[in-house]
């Protein structure tokens, strides 16, 4: 997760927003 965080910092953003907005 870590990794993923440093790699793609946005995509793991996006990731947040999409599942606030569907709360999931």
């Known amino acids: 997760m870590v990794c ?3 790699c793609n910092p946005f ?3 996006i990731d947040f ?3 606030r ?3 999931l």
Do not use: A, P, R
């Open 11 to 13: 995509q793991l953003l």
């Open 17 to 19: 927003l999409v599942s």
């Open 4 to 6: 993923e965080f440093l």
């Open 21 to 23: 907005c569907f709360g």
